[in-house]
């Protein structure tokens, strides 16, 4: 990676972003997440013997 000049510097623009008062709908901004994931398997000790896990997963997003 190299490095910028001077005059490339001078080149870039940048733009301010809302205020955050702006960003918020009636001054509430919140999110609630709520994950879950589940497994489970059993391999009873014997020789030879297989075990089998399905997963089950569950994502909740609520804002605000």
Same mark, same amino acid.
């Given at each position: 990676?190299?490095?910028?000049?001077?005059?490339?510097?001078?080149?870039?623009?940048?733009?301010?972003?809302?205020?955050?008062?702006?960003?918020?709908?009636?001054?509430?901004?919140?999110?609630?997440?709520?994950?879950?994931?589940?497994?489970?398997?059993?391999?009873?000790?014997?020789?030879?013997?297989? +075990?089998?896990?399905?997963?089950?997963? +569950?994502?909740?997003?609520?804002?605000?």
């Amino acid at each position: 990676m190299r490095e910028l000049s001077f005059t490339e510097l001078d080149t870039e623009r940048t733009e301010l972003l809302p205020t955050r008062e702006t960003l918020t709908f009636g001054n509430y901004n919140w999110a609630n997440i709520v994950a879950n994931n589940s497994s489970m398997a059993l391999n009873a000790a014997a020789l030879g013997s297989l +075990a089998h896990s399905e997963a089950w997963q +569950a994502i909740t997003v609520t804002q605000g």
